[in-house]
């Protein structure tokens, strides 16, 4: 952490209050300009919708967001905190988690231990415990078990619970994989294409999901997403990338209505 | 029919979390042990225990240390035998040193100089993978094993070059050197290699295992979930290598009875094991068992059994079939079951849990 980043972080936000702010920030692969000068906030408990056309920059806006990538202008604050750099386990630690455009399930291991690599820095038991299985190690593994029996109640996948990921259908993977999510119990949630790939039914069960987490467990929640329906719907504010740059934020229907979104969606005549 | 988890009813999170959830497993196990530990001390003769349990019971161990590091982190090791020798060099200076102490003790305390040394090499571990992973181990190969020759001060200055086991008892009965018996030397093994492998199945059960899998199934999704790369990976590596320095310390002291470190812990050796590994199943740790079984047991086989039954073999030809046996039974399982004898074991498992009936 540089001197930069000494302001406070903040362990309580009030609904509403900014969780996340992005402020100018340009990131860069040699020449290209993956993304230009954006600025946003994300507000807690709310849905925010990243859109865009392909290649917009939306995914590398959520990689900087969760520190796989290190933007070389601007700043983001996070929960009273500014950085300019992170690394994606630090971010986690900080209550960031993700899902990805492609499934990045453990594909050798079980639906239950999938989620449960989720708890990971929430268990505490040192080595030595470990080698028996006993005692603390078994309690903590009981606890955790526990909340993750309530998350798999609460994506509705009991009947996958012991069967390897790799062998899942695409929705259900794509289920699994916000289960892991949530299994950290996260302050931001960030999702990238949840609904790519599915079917008409499978995206009415994940937009039920998204909405019951920030309910249920009031979670802000970063989105990307191309089904126009699906993000108006869900998203209380929208923010629109083209080419790298901030064309439009604002809520679904300021966005609806802006003739720049229309013309990146649509094509403009030269 | 008889095999099947029906009317087996879970009523706890720790009676489901259990590492043998049916009750047929358990039995099947307890069969296996009371086997191993009292019908083949009883009637197997000295020549099984000491050419076909011993040898297979340390493969089995250093299977189980690559599996660890291979199998459930991803991380291709070709450093193998390399530390089994170190950890067979660690056992003998430290009983050198310190005769009165046990040698149980100090074949168990030499896998941490092994783990150390083994987390050491597996530090390029975290900007390399894969085939550039294996050349990066394959250099600790080459130069621990250039050390095990050059360096006469781990052989104790012996003329010869090689260990020279000395005898230690273990309540006044002598479990190595020239007087300790096959019989008494494999219970000694077979205690330590049951109790390593209790321990690295409740490893692999809990966080840490997961952890590893996690590495191993998709790294970028691992540290999102908060998993440091580093330390998971310099874990996987340590622990692997403990196991595999047991099993040199153990090769050493209960089965070779001493000799030339660099036969027993070159080169070869490590690709005996990744093949072992290989056949038997990566990820699987009943895998280790079976692969060592078959790796050890078809040249037993192919060098007394075809003789026997009057098939005149010379020890070069049976050598060369033994080579070309284990290089197309690996073409063939990579084509097969890239997952070994244990999806062979497992798939078993499943069909006679349905057995008469198809599904």
Redesign the interface.
């Known amino acids: 952490m540089n001197a930069m980043n000494q302001s406070e972080f903040r362990q309580d936000i009030a609904p509403g209050e900014t969780l996340l702010a992005v402020d100018n920030v340009t990131l860069r692969f040699g020449g290209v300009k993956a993304i230009t000068d954006v600025s946003f906030d994300i507000r807690k408990g709310e849905v925010r919708a990243i859109i865009g056309p392909n290649g917009a920059g939306k995914t590398s806006m959520l990689n900087v967001i969760n520190g796989f990538y290190h933007p070389q202008e601007g700043r983001i604050t996070y929960r009273g905190q500014t950085r300019s750099k992170m690394r994606p386990h630090v971010a986690a630690s900080q209550g960031i988690a993700r899902t990805f455009q492609n499934v990045a399930l453990f594909k050798g291991m079980t639906t239950l231990d999938n989620i449960m690599v989720g708890r990971t820095l929430k268990m505490r038991t040192p080595f030595f415990w470990h080698l028996f299985r006993h005692g603390p190690a078994m309690r903590e593994e009981i606890e955790h078990r526990k909340f993750v029996e309530e998350i798999i109640d609460f994506l509705e996948i009991e009947h996958i619970r012991k069967v390897p990921v790799g062998k899942l259908p695409y929705g259900l993977q794509k289920r699994v994989e916000l289960g892991r999510a949530l299994a950290m119990q996260p302050e931001l949630l960030l999702l990238d294409e949840p609904m790519a790939g599915m079917n008409l039914e499978e995206k009415e069960d994940m937009c039920r999901f998204i909405l019951d987490t920030k309910d249920q467990y009031g979670t802000t929640i970063a989105l990307i997403e191309h089904d126009m329906g699906v993000v108006m719907d869900l998203s209380d504010r929208v923010v629109v990338l083209e080419y790298g740059q901030k064309i439009a934020d604002g809520t679904p229907d300021e966005v609806k209505k802006n003739q720049k979104v229309i013309d990146a969606y649509l094509g403009v005549a030269h | 029919m008889f095999y099947r988890e029906a009317g087996q009813y879970k009523k ?3 009676a489901d ?1 259990a590492v043998f959830p049916i009750l047929q497993d358990r039995i099947g196990i307890g069969l296996i042990l009371a086997t191993a530990a009292i019908i083949i001390p009883i009637f197997g003769s000295n020549f099984f225990i000491s050419t076909v349990m011993i040898p297979f019971l340390v493969f089995s161990l250093a299977a189980m240390g690559l599996n660890i590091v291979t199998g459930y982190t991803g991380l291709i090791s070709l450093g193998t035998g390399a530390f089994m020798g170190v950890g067979a060099f660690a056992c003998y200076k430290l009983t050198t040193y310190f005769p009165n102490v046990n040698i149980i003790i100090w074949i168990l305390a030499s896998g941490v100089f092994s783990a150390a040394i083994g987390a050491l090499f597996g530090l390029p571990s975290l900007r390399i993978k894969g085939f550039y992973l294996a050349v990066a181990t394959l250099a600790a190969q080459f130069f621990l094993e250039w050390c095990f020759v050059r360096v006469p001060w781990l052989f104790n200055y012996n003329a010869s070059g090689a260990i020279e086991v000395p005898q230690r008892t273990l309540f006044g009965v002598a479990i190595t050197g020239a007087n300790a018996t096959p019989t008494t030397r494999y219970l000694v093994l077979l205690g330590i290699v049951v109790l390593m492998t209790w ?1 690295a199945s ?2 692999l ?4 295992g ?2 590893f ?2 590495v ?3 790294d ?9 790369l580093l330390p998971a990976k310099l874990t996987a590596f340590a622990m692997s290598s403990f196991y595999c320095g047991v099993a040199g310390a153990c090769m050493m002291f209960l089965w070779y009875g001493g000799g030339e470190a660099s036969d027993a812990f070159n080169i070869n050796q490590s690709f005996n094991i990744l093949f072992m590994v290989i056949i038997g199943g990566l ?1 699987s740790l009943i895998g280790c068992f079976f692969g060592a079984a078959l790796l050890n047991i078809v040249p037993i086989i192919l060098k007394f059994g075809l003789p026997a039954m009057g098939l005149p073999l010379a020890g070069a030809t049976a050598e060369h079939i033994n080579h070309l046996f284990v290089g197309s039974l690996i073409i063939f399982f990579l084509i097969v079951e890239p997952h070994g004898l244990a999806r062979l074991w497992q798939i078993t498992k499943q069909k006679l849990r349905t057995w008469p009936f198809p599904y």
């Open positions: 706890t999170y720790s979390m321990v409740n490893i059960h809990g966080r840490i997961r952890t899998m996690a191993r199934d998709m970028i999704a691992a540290e999102l979930m908060g998993i440091r990820g």
